[in-house]
């Protein structure tokens, strides 16, 4: 509630505060007011296991019996909620930095701000009602945001792409409300959930699937992605950071929420096919995203599409969960849905700590191309040093929280083809395969990211001049930083949370890590010691320096350019591109890339004198040729179609109306 | 009073009037002139306002009467009063200028009739006095409504609403046997102000496109 206060009051502010050059600082009161609410969420959901522990908010204001609009805390809501107040305090921090000198800082304030709230009012919703006006109003707001930055046509086309592809998704939410309500006559979620205990396996795959597309339209699946990394990169950096590491958390947050708990009320049957549906596709996310992660040139846009990615290992957790549960497999299930969730709070650290990262180094750069940065980690050390520390979270390595939940997920896709029935083998096996090739391109990614960026020789002269970013924009990365590691390194602390939440199987999940012990799973199936890896990773690079100290002390140190063949100049021209480091991955996969090549020679005097040579190397977006191409052209021709209907003659459309009426009269008389 | 009600069995009295209704407008459905219309529009509201009497008389229903009051009133004084007012200020040639000739159009009319008797028949089954007034009633409708596709004028257009209005006036009272006279009162009021918005509008037509011909409208669409 006090936290509510903070951002409206914040909001207020940036509407009235008269001098523009200090608005950057009512960022910190939104950043108050996410701590806050942090705290809140943490010790509610801390509380859970404690009797008479009391909800972090209840609130209803009844309109009509049937129609209120309530919203309230619970265990997921609540873990939603953390997830958002967390990345919302590290990205408020960084605004008070990064929104110094900006276009249009009251408009981006307040939105910033209403963007935040609406987020949190739909993790808080307790009713489709109030939940529906929320996903609308951030819906509507993160529009808003995402073309307020610049006026380039690309960022209108982005906006306009998104805002059509988050209304056809709302449509189909707003579809699934409509079925529930009709069969159960209640609003409420945990009305819905009782009513729908009983009803027929046909009417709840109904609603199943028309949330899936919904909500997984936002949330950024394979094939519902394209809007994505449009409209992600084209915000600023600091509301691409939520949006990433938040917004399409409600899209995972809807998803759990109509399978877990509207449609999965106790004793709940579930059909296996729910599962899979969410595992493949979470499988297929996955792939394609890192894949075309890997081929980006543009900073942002490859986050973006890792976004995609990152989204799909959630979904493998989850749809690994809900196969569990169909064949009443609980412990795993708990293992696969404690996996997800602890994806979807690391994504939300990990991603919100590179795209702040990337928009450090836009304002160091000026840039979003990967080909013009380079060096850049003598020139912005604490920049390069987080970053890095949030691509190796990203790669899943340990010592960082990446790691972890990838490990989980792994855990419980392997257990789950070792444990029959046979088919839910096979799927949980090829589930295990597509996150272990995601894992392995994920890597190549974030090493061609970090490496053409922070590594070898500036490639231009923005490069070459860019400085460090300010601190409050440094400190909020070494705060994602800090989470990131500790959330790798006490894998407990998230653990204990998420035991809390009252879904079959979780409980278990609070004594798997026990602090200071190792991470075990399935009754010691498998288990590894996170805080001895990073005991033993730090112990050995001390024992490097220490012995380097001492066994180095009496060398002689000559410091000397690096080897250049003999050339005697290196010019930033010799390092690799981003594109020539990815073209094995090309050749590769050269059926789902199509790579297209196009070489230009422009002579003075054919054919010897050539006076210049362009060489331009493409990908085909597979999807937008073969699927929303066909799609919209196929709709422009029906609407054409459509149009002749609209003669604009008054005579033309009475007649309209007698055919109906004699229609009517030959249907029903 | 009971001799009256016998003479309105025996004679048919209800089949006759409504007869007579359709038979107006299929009268102005072929007529040429724009004041044959409004005659025929006239005649016609006196056959409604003479039915309602009649089945007032015959149901024993004093509501009915006066709601055959107000159609006199309003249907047959008032609002021809104020169209051949607007038809005078507007300036209008008298020729109504249909787009099919007029043997076509009373073929079509027939056809139209020929169509509601067939299969309004099957449907819908009324016993008692009214059991012929729906079908004419829906062929009135029908009629109107083609008519109004088939004129360009704009003023003519209008005589086909209201044309239609009182097809649907008589359907109405022929199933129910009278609504309550509140809601014929407001219908006949809501008729008045229609007809008077409509003649702003003929008006403003006039004004922006030097006709009211309807042809022109089309250059409105987009």
Same mark, same amino acid.
């Given at each position: 509630?006090?936290?509510?206060?903070?951002?409206?009051?914040?909001?207020?502010?940036?509407?009235?505060?008269?001098?523009?050059?200090?608005?950057?600082?009512?960022?910190?009161?939104?950043?108050?007011?996410?701590?806050?609410?942090?705290?809140?969420?943490?010790?509610?959901?801390?509380?859970?296991?404690?009797?008479?522990?009391?909800?972090?908010?209840?609130?209803?204001?009844?309109?009509?019996?049937?129609?209120?609009?309530?919203?309230?805390?619970?265990?997921?809501?609540?873990?939603?909620?953390?997830?958002?107040?967390?990345?919302?305090?590290?990205?408020?921090?960084?605004?008070?930095?990064?929104?110094?000198?900006?276009?249009?800082?009251?408009?981006?304030?307040?939105?910033?701000?209403?963007?935040?709230?609406?987020?949190?009012?739909?993790?808080?919703?307790?009713?489709?009602?109030?939940?529906?006006?929320?996903?609308?109003?951030?819906?509507?707001?993160?529009?808003?945001?995402?073309?307020?930055?610049?006026?380039?046509?690309?960022?209108?086309?982005?906006?306009?792409?998104?805002?059509?592809?988050?209304?056809?998704?709302?449509?189909?939410?707003?579809?699934?409300?409509?079925?529930?309500?009709?069969?159960?006559?209640?609003?409420?979620?945990?009305?819905?959930?009782?009513?729908?205990?009983?009803?027929?396996?046909?009417?709840?795959?109904?609603?199943?699937?028309?949330?899936?597309?919904?909500?997984?339209?936002?949330?950024?699946?394979?094939?519902?992605?394209?809007?994505?990394?449009?409209?992600?990169?084209?915000?600023?950096?600091?509301?691409?950071?939520?949006?990433?590491?938040?917004?399409?958390?409600?899209?995972?947050?809807?998803?759990?929420?109509?399978?877990?708990?509207?449609?999965?009320?106790?004793?709940?049957?579930?059909?296996?096919?729910?599962?899979?549906?969410?595992?493949?596709?979470?499988?297929?996310?996955?792939?394609?995203?890192?894949?075309?992660?890997?081929?980006?040139?543009?900073?942002?846009?490859?986050?973006?599409?890792?976004?995609?990615?990152?989204?799909?290992?959630?979904?493998?957790?989850?749809?690994?969960?809900?196969?569990?549960?169909?064949?009443?497999?609980?412990?795993?299930?708990?293992?696969?849905?404690?996996?997800?969730?602890?994806?979807?709070?690391?994504?939300?650290?990990?991603?919100?700590?590179?795209?702040?990262?990337?928009?450090?180094?836009?304002?160091?750069?000026?840039?979003?191309?990967?080909?013009?940065?380079?060096?850049?980690?003598?020139?912005?050390?604490?920049?390069?040093?987080?970053?890095?520390?949030?691509?190796?979270?990203?790669?899943?390595?340990?010592?960082?929280?990446?790691?972890?939940?990838?490990?989980?997920?792994?855990?419980?896709?392997?257990?789950?083809?070792?444990?029959?029935?046979?088919?839910?083998?096979?799927?949980?096996?090829?589930?295990?395969?597509?996150?272990?090739?995601?894992?392995?391109?994920?890597?190549?990614?974030?090493?061609?990211?970090?490496?053409?960026?922070?590594?070898?020789?500036?490639?231009?002269?923005?490069?070459?001049?860019?400085?460090?970013?300010?601190?409050?924009?440094?400190?909020?990365?070494?705060?994602?930083?800090?989470?990131?590691?500790?959330?790798?390194?006490?894998?407990?602390?998230?653990?204990?949370?998420?035991?809390?939440?009252?879904?079959?199987?979780?409980?278990?999940?609070?004594?798997?890590?026990?602090?200071?012990?190792?991470?075990?799973?399935?009754?010691?199936?498998?288990?590894?010691?996170?805080?001895?890896?990073?005991?033993?990773?730090?112990?050995?690079?001390?024992?490097?320096?220490?012995?380097?100290?001492?066994?180095?002390?009496?060398?002689?140190?000559?410091?000397?350019?690096?080897?250049?063949?003999?050339?005697?100049?290196?010019?930033?021209?010799?390092?690799?591109?981003?594109?020539?480091?990815?073209?094995?991955?090309?050749?590769?996969?050269?059926?789902?890339?199509?790579?297209?090549?196009?070489?230009?020679?422009?002579?003075?005097?054919?054919?010897?004198?050539?006076?210049?040579?362009?060489?331009?190397?493409?990908?085909?977006?597979?999807?937008?040729?073969?699927?929303?191409?066909?799609?919209?052209?196929?709709?422009?021709?029906?609407?054409?179609?459509?149009?002749?209907?609209?003669?604009?003659?008054?005579?033309?459309?009475?007649?309209?109306?007698?055919?109906?009426?004699?229609?009517?009269?030959?249907?029903?008389? | 009073?009971?001799?009256?009600?016998?003479?309105?069995?025996?004679?048919? /009295?209800?089949? %006759?009037?409504?007869? !007579?209704?359709?038979?107006?407008? +299929? @009268?102005?459905?072929?007529? *040429?002139?724009?004041? =044959?219309?409004?005659?025929?529009?006239?005649?016609?509201?006196?056959?409604?306002?003479?039915?309602?009497?009649?089945?007032?008389?015959?149901?024993?229903?004093?509501?009915?009467?006066?709601?055959?009051?107000?159609?006199?009133?309003?249907?047959?004084?008032?609002?021809?009063?104020?169209?051949?007012?607007?038809?005078?200020?507007?300036?209008?040639?008298?020729?109504?200028?249909?787009?099919?000739?007029?043997?076509?159009?009373?073929?079509?009319?027939?056809?139209?009739?020929?169509? /509601?008797?067939? %299969?309004?028949?099957? !449907?819908?089954?009324?016993?008692? +006095? @009214?059991?012929?007034?729906? *079908?004419?009633?829906? =062929?009135?409708?029908?009629?109107?409504?083609?008519?109004?596709?088939?004129?360009?004028?704009?003023?003519?257009?209008?005589?086909?609403?209201?044309?239609?209005?009182?097809?649907?006036?008589?359907?109405?009272?022929?199933?129910?046997?009278?609504?309550?006279?509140?809601?014929?009162?407001?219908?006949?009021?809501?008729?008045?102000?229609?007809?008077?918005?409509?003649?702003?509008?003929?008006?403003?037509?006039?004004?922006?496109?030097?006709?009211?011909?309807?042809?022109?409208?089309?250059?409105?669409?987009?």
């Amino acid at each position: 509630m006090i936290s509510l206060a903070f951002f409206i009051c914040g909001a207020v502010f940036f509407a009235i505060t008269p001098k523009k050059g200090l608005l950057h600082y009512l960022y910190l009161l939104y950043a108050a007011g996410a701590g806050l609410a942090a705290f809140s969420f943490a010790r509610a959901l801390y509380d859970l296991g404690s009797p008479g522990a009391a909800p972090t908010l209840a609130f209803a204001l009844h309109i009509s019996p049937a129609l209120a609009v309530s919203f309230r805390g619970g265990p997921l809501q609540d873990f939603f909620g953390l997830l958002l107040s967390v990345a919302a305090f590290a990205a408020s921090v960084y605004s008070s930095g990064y929104m110094k000198d900006n276009a249009a800082p009251r408009f981006q304030g307040i939105f910033y701000g209403l963007f935040i709230l609406s987020m949190g009012a739909v993790f808080l919703s307790g009713d489709a009602l109030s939940f529906l006006i929320s996903w609308e109003a951030m819906s509507l707001v993160s529009y808003f945001l995402v073309i307020s930055d610049t006026e380039s046509e690309a960022a209108q086309n982005a906006g306009l792409t998104y805002a059509t592809m988050t209304h056809i998704g709302t449509a189909f939410i707003i579809g699934a409300f409509m079925l529930a309500f009709a069969a159960t006559g209640s609003l409420d979620f945990a009305g819905m959930a009782a009513g729908l205990a009983g009803k027929s396996m046909a009417l709840k795959s109904a609603i199943f699937i028309l949330s899936f597309i919904g909500f997984g339209m936002k949330a950024g699946i394979v094939p519902l992605h394209i809007w994505l990394p449009k409209a992600h990169p084209a915000a600023p950096s600091n509301v691409s950071a939520l949006m990433s590491g938040v917004m399409i958390k409600a899209g995972v947050y809807g998803v759990m929420l109509m399978s877990l708990y509207v449609l999965g009320g106790p004793g709940a049957h579930y059909a296996t096919w729910w599962g899979i549906v969410v595992l493949a596709t979470g499988a297929a996310s996955s792939v394609l995203g890192v894949l075309y992660a890997l081929m980006e040139k543009d900073l942002k846009r490859l986050l973006a599409y890792s976004s995609v990615e990152n989204v799909g290992i959630i979904f493998l957790g989850t749809g690994a969960a809900l196969v569990f549960y169909s064949f009443g497999q609980t412990a795993l299930a708990g293992l696969a849905l404690a996996a997800a969730l602890y994806h979807a709070m690391n994504h939300a650290m990990f991603k919100g700590l590179l795209f702040l990262g990337s928009g450090s180094v836009m304002h160091g750069v000026h840039s979003k191309n990967l080909e013009e940065m380079g060096g850049l980690l003598k020139r912005m050390p604490y920049t390069g040093l987080f970053f890095l520390m949030g691509s190796v979270s990203i790669c899943a390595l340990p010592p960082f929280n990446g790691f972890v939940s990838e490990w989980l997920t792994f855990q419980s896709l392997i257990l789950g083809s070792v444990t029959p029935p046979a088919y839910s083998k096979v799927v949980t096996l090829l589930g295990g395969a597509a996150l272990a090739l995601t894992g392995a391109l994920a890597a190549a990614a974030f090493v061609k990211a970090f490496g053409v960026a922070f590594l070898g020789m500036p490639r231009g002269p923005k490069a070459r001049e860019a400085r460090e970013a300010g601190f409050p924009m440094t400190a909020s990365l070494g705060f994602l930083a800090a989470m990131c590691l500790i959330l790798g390194v006490e894998p407990g602390l998230l653990l204990r949370l998420i035991s809390a939440m009252p879904f079959a199987g979780l409980a278990q999940m609070g004594s798997a890590a026990p602090f200071h012990s190792p991470l075990t799973v399935a009754g010691g199936f498998s288990g590894f010691w996170p805080a001895a890896i990073f005991a033993s990773m730090l112990t050995g690079l001390l024992a490097i320096i220490v012995l380097a100290g001492v066994f180095g002390r009496r060398r002689k140190i000559t410091y000397a350019d690096s080897w250049d063949c003999g050339i005697k100049a290196l010019t930033p021209r010799m390092q690799y591109t981003a594109t020539a480091f990815t073209k094995p991955l090309r050749v590769i996969f050269k059926t789902l890339y199509m790579p297209r090549k196009e070489v230009r020679i422009s002579f003075k005097q054919k054919p010897l004198f050539v006076s210049g040579i362009t060489y331009r190397s493409d990908i085909t977006p597979f999807m937008e040729n073969y699927l929303y191409k066909p799609l919209t052209a196929f709709v422009g021709k029906v609407a054409l179609k459509i149009r002749h209907l609209q003669s604009g003659s008054l005579p033309l459309y009475l007649g309209y109306i007698m055919l109906t009426l004699i229609g009517l009269l030959l249907v029903w008389a | 009073m009971p001799l009256i009600k016998k003479w309105i069995e025996i004679f048919g /009295v209800i089949d %006759f009037i409504s007869i !007579g209704m359709l038979l107006s407008v +299929v @009268a102005m459905s072929s007529a *040429k002139r724009i004041e =044959s219309c409004l005659k025929a529009y006239v005649i016609n509201s006196w056959l409604l306002a003479l039915l309602m009497a009649a089945f007032a008389v015959y149901l024993s229903i004093p509501h009915l009467y006066i709601a055959a009051f107000f159609t006199i009133a309003g249907k047959c004084i008032l609002i021809p009063y104020f169209l051949r007012k607007v038809i005078r200020e507007l300036k209008v040639t008298r020729e109504v200028e249909p787009y099919l000739s007029m043997p076509v159009s009373l073929i079509i009319s027939f056809a139209l009739v020929v169509l /509601v008797y067939s %299969f309004l028949a099957e !449907g819908i089954f009324v016993a008692g +006095v @009214a059991r012929n007034v729906l *079908k004419i009633s829906v =062929s009135i409708i029908l009629i109107s409504l083609f008519t109004m596709m088939n004129r360009k004028k704009a003023v003519t257009q209008v005589m086909g609403l209201l044309f239609m209005e009182n097809g649907l006036f008589l359907a109405g009272f022929s199933l129910t046997y009278g609504m309550p006279t509140i809601i014929e009162l407001g219908v006949l009021f809501d008729m008045m102000m229609g007809v008077m918005i409509l003649g702003v509008f003929l008006t403003q037509i006039k004004k922006s496109f030097v006709s009211v011909d309807l042809d022109q409208l089309t250059s409105l669409k987009g």
